[in-house]
C-alpha cells in the first residue's frame, strides 16, 4: 500500500526549492487578510514541479477568519496575480479556533467553500483542514462529499471524508515517520494513507493528463 507523505509550510519556514523529497506540497497564502510573504516562490516552484510531474498536485491554503469573504478574496487575488490557479492545484480552508470566535461557524465557512468551488469549477478541489474538536464545533454543518485533512499529533483523529492526516508539527510526534523535511527542517508533515499523490489529486478533482485530453 502506497503513503503519500508531504509538508505543510508557511513563512515560518523556507521557501521550497528542488530538494523537496515528496508528490504532494502544502502552503499557506493568506492568514485573514495577512498575505504570505513566501507564497509567490512557493506556488511558481509548485506550478513548476506539477508542468514537470515532480509534483502529482499541491495545496494552496488560507487560514479562516469570520471576515470569510476578504479571506477568499485576498487568496484568489494571490492565486491570480501569479497567472491563476493551476489546473493541479487544490485550494484549502483551515478551520481552527485560534484567534476565532467558538461554536457554530458553519455558515461562513460554507460560503467560502462555494465561492472557492465555483472559482475551480470542481467543489472537490476545496477541502478543508482541522483538528477534531475544532471540526467538530466549528463546522457541524458541512458540505456533501467534503475531504478533509484531519490534524492529530500522536493519533489518527480519523474525521469523515479524511484523506490524508497531519501527524505531526515537527515536535517528535511522528511515531517513526519524518518530523520535517528539506528544505524546511522540522516543520508540520501529513502522510495521505493509502494514496498515491496522483489517487490524492484524483480524489480532490484533479483529472490525469489522459482523462483532460
Not at 18 to 26: A, K, Q, R, V
Not at 110 to 130: E, F, K, M, Q, T
Request: some cysteine; glycine content about 12%; hydrophobic content about 35%.
Amino acid at each position: 500500500m502506497v503513503d503519500s507523505l508531504f509538508a505543510d509550510v508557511s513563512y515560518f519556514q523556507a521557501r521550497v526549492d528542488d530538494s523537496y523529497p515528496y508528490g504532494i506540497f502544502s502552503f499557506r497564502s493568506n492568514d485573514g487578510t495577512f498575505r504570505d510573504d513566501n507564497f509567490a516562490a512557493n506556488y511558481e516552484w509548485a506550478c513548476r514541479a506539477a508542468d514537470s510531474g515532480r509534483l502529482g498536485c499541491f495545496i494552496a491554503y488560507f487560514y479562516w477568519r469570520p471576515n470569510w469573504s476578504d479571506c477568499v478574496n485576498v487568496h484568489r487575488d494571490m492565486v491570480t496575480a501569479l497567472g491563476g490557479p493551476h489546473p493541479r492545484m487544490i485550494s484549502m480552508i483551515d478551520v481552527e479556533s485560534g484567534g476565532n470566535p467558538r461554536g457554530d461557524q458553519s455558515d461562513g465557512i460554507n460560503r467560502a467553500y462555494w465561492n472557492l468551488a465555483d472559482w475551480l469549477g470542481h467543489p472537490r478541489r476545496v477541502i478543508g483542514y482541522a483538528n477534531r474538536s475544532d471540526f467538530f464545533e466549528l463546522w457541524p454543518d458541512r458540505p456533501d462529499g467534503l475531504r478533509v485533512i484531519g490534524a492529530g499529533y500522536g493519533a489518527d483523529p480519523g474525521l469523515p471524508g479524511q484523506i490524508a492526516h497531519q501527524y505531526t508539527d515537527g515536535q517528535g510526534y511522528g511515531g517513526g515517520l519524518p518530523e520535517g523535511c528539506s528544505p524546511f527542517g522540522n516543520c508540520d508533515m501529513n502522510s495521505a494513507d493509502g494514496l498515491s499523490p496522483l489517487d490524492f489529486a484524483a480524489a480532490c478533482g484533479i483529472r490525469t493528463a489522459q482523462e483532460a485530453k
